[in-house]
């Protein structure tokens, strides 16, 4: 599911996280943490305009995910 948010495949909105558990939560948290880190440490070469934009929207993707998990599950407690 992170793969796909990061790929922009899938679309996240509120929604998407109402019919996932607690544990589930919890585990896509950790997954999109771990999925951030990974794609901030690959550092595409300055001159390649391209995959840096890639990157760049690739962590929107994925910042934003995280951002709408956290509202919704401080709202939903």
Known sequence: MVRDIGEG???????TFVRLHV??????SFELERRVREVRGNQPS???QK?????NRRLMRLVGAQRMLQ???TRRR
């Not at 495949?9 to 929604?15: D, I, N």
């Not at 544990?23 to 896509?28: G, M, V, Y």
């Not at 995959?51 to 990157?55: D, H, S, V």
């Open 71 to 73: 509202s919704f599950r």
């Open 9 to 15: 495949y899938l679309l996240v909105t509120e929604r």
């Open 51 to 55: 995959e840096l934009q890639n990157r």
């Open 46 to 48: 300055l001159d390649d």
């Open 23 to 28: 544990a589930e939560l919890d585990q896509l």
